[in-house]
């Protein structure tokens, strides 16, 4: 059956196993590679997972690549070459020379003498010289995966042929890389395995700003030049910060100090009182409007449908759902219900930066 690798937030395995069972041809998973990181066989393949996908994305999965090749490692630095003659035999003739690409390779076993980096480069040395195709690892059009994993006996019973190169080595586990090529598309996330980084700048206010940066890039959101913006549960300001380097106005809203760093700033205004109080207080109107409240989702849900009357014609919102403990999947079921009363839901996706929350971008209704 076609392989295929996905990943996940550790925490949230139940709910991306969900979403790739029910979405997926009798699909099943095989091995858990490393915490959050899934080998798993399905009828419809690679190709028919991410069409799928494409029309109705999952939240809880953040990566997805095919296995189209899988070479036994030998945990020497020979794989390197032995790698990257696989990654020219197999790939050379599919990948497309007129599209940039990227290798994007993961190493999950510690064990292994080599970084991702080496393959990365090795691997790219070899297909670039093979088909003049060019490297763009910001912006690739294409990408192939290399997951480099050690699989237990439990998984390799599994896997018959994988089983018989395990027993010829005489080993109980065995060392794999997974290799597959794919339109960057339909990976879900451009970043291998959905790890999205950003470099820390000085000045950061929260970690939770990247959240809001990550947020922007995966839901495609370009802020009005010179916007106004509401920001629920500001402080300590990180998200604030953020919309301030996209030149928006903000209004923020939190009952807690804000980072002494934004006082001067003639553009934020800071409301010190709670979202319901700011609400009482004839709010304005705003073209964007966040909450990253410590609040139970559904109210939170409420609130901001209370709050879509603030917002303009065509006006966004981005919101978390806080999701700690039980009965994740109702809690997130009936506060899209509650929002959807005011808003059309523009996507939703547990982002790498998220710690057991969920982010929302949504669109008012007209009223
Ligand atoms: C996770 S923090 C927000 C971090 C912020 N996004 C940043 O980037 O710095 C959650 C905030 O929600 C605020 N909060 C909780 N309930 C609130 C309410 N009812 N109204 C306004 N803020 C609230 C808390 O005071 C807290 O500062």
Known sequence: MPQIIFTCDPDFNELALDEFRRDSVYGAPVAELAPGVWLAECDDGFWGLAESWQTKPPIFVRHLCPVDAVFPLTSTSDDIAGLAALAEAEFATVLDPDLPYSVQTRVLDSDLPYK????????????????????DVRAPEQVLSVVCARLDEEALSRIAFLASQAADSGQQTAQFAFLGLSP??????????????????EGQISRAEFKLLEALEVFRIDLPPRGVALDLGAAPGGWTRVLRQQEQFVTAVDPAELDPRLADDKAVRHKRMTAEEY?????????????????????????M?????????????????????????????HAFGILRQRYEILGARQLFHN?????????????
């Open 116 to 135: 991702p980096f080496d393959l990365n480069i090795a691997l790219s040395g070899s297909l670039t010289e093979a088909t003049g195709a060019v490297v």
């Open 184 to 201: 960057t598309y339909l990976n879900i996330s451009d970043w291998a395995g959905g790890v999205r980084r950003f470099a820390r700048e």
């Open 279 to 303: 609400l009482a207080d004839e709010p304005d109107e705003f073209d964007l409007i966040v909450n990253d409240m410590r609040m139970d989702a559904r109210d939170s849900a409420r609130l």
């Open 305 to 333: 449908v209370a709050y879509s009357k603030q917002l303009y014609r065509h006006g966004l919102a981005l919101m978390t759902f806080k999701l700690p403990g039980t009965d994740r999947k109702q809690i997130i079921d």
């Open 355 to 367: 710690r057991s929350e969920i982010t929302v971008a949504m669109m008012g209704k007209e009223q």
